[in-house]
């Protein structure tokens, strides 16, 4: 089993970035895919990325496809979501969640099974 922290919301102009952080507990944070997923008021959660236990392979909504960059330190049990060129329609809730070892990136929110408590980040003028 492990435990989810997320942290590093806030509020943000748009154009700017953060970095949210997802601390995991337990010792076998190196074999869990991980992922990222919000939601918006009124709306579904929905997928943001994922990445692979060693890290390797990532996935992309296509909506933050090359504004957002995953990345985990196995070392650490961290995962990170470094968010640039932020936009309003980025408000939301994010959550990261975990899932053991699966044959490639689940993308739907029913197949993690492991749930931080989620941290609000807000792009706003």
């Known amino acids: 089993q492990v435990q989810l922290v997320e942290s590093g919301g806030g509020l943000v102009q748009p154009g700017g970035s953060l970095r949210l952080s997802c601390a995991a507990s337990?010792?076998?944070?190196?074999?869990?895919?991980m992922g990222w997923f919000r939601q918006a008021p009124g709306k579904e959660r929905e997928f943001v990325a994922g990445?692979?236990?060693?890290?390797?392979?990532?996935t992309y909504a296509d909506s933050v496809q090359g504004r957002f960059t995953i990345s985990r330190d196995n070392a650490k049990t961290t995962m990170y979501l470094q968010m640039n060129s932020l936009k309003p329609d980025d408000t939301a809730v994010y959550y990261c969640?975990?899932?053991?070892?699966?044959?490639?990136?689940?993308?739907?929110?029913?197949?993690?099974?492991?749930w931080g408590q989620g941290t609000q980040v807000t792009v706003s003028s």
């Open positions: 337990g010792r076998t944070f190196s074999t869990y895919t």
């Open positions: 969640a975990a899932v053991g070892p699966t044959l490639g990136i689940p993308r739907r929110p029913q197949e993690y099974n492991y």
């Open positions: 990445i692979s236990p060693s890290g390797r392979s990532t």
